[in-house]
């Protein structure tokens, strides 16, 4: 396959995906999808535990990393500081984003 066919498959992936995995809210009011509607909020829970949980775990390990680096090598400290301070952004936008998927399962 060439890269060229990749990238077109890629792109009609992205523009169909909103189809594919569309499905519509249901209207019953059944026992099961009162019991559903109750879980989320514990699921919500439990996946911003664990986001959160995961970010400090990589965050602690790129703050190791970038300390052990400047300590090798004291004249790079500006690009190591630049690319942690990236490494953290980067790693605290799942954080933000799983809470942002939350809002708006949730609620």
Sequence with gaps: ?????????LALL????PMIFA?????DTSAIAQAHAQWTSIAAGFSMAIASGMCGLAQAKAVA?????MAR??????AIRFALLLGLVL??????YTLVV??????
């Design 1 to 9: 396959m060439t890269k060229k066919n990749v990238m077109w498959m």
């Design 23 to 27: 499905q519509a809210v249901p209207a």
């Design 65 to 69: 990393a970038a300390a052990e680096g």
């Design 73 to 78: 090598n004291p004249g790079a400290a500006a």
């Design 91 to 96: 790693i605290e936008s799942l954080a933000l």
């Design 14 to 17: 992205i523009i169909a995906s």
């Design 102 to 107: 939350i809002f708006v399962k949730v609620s």
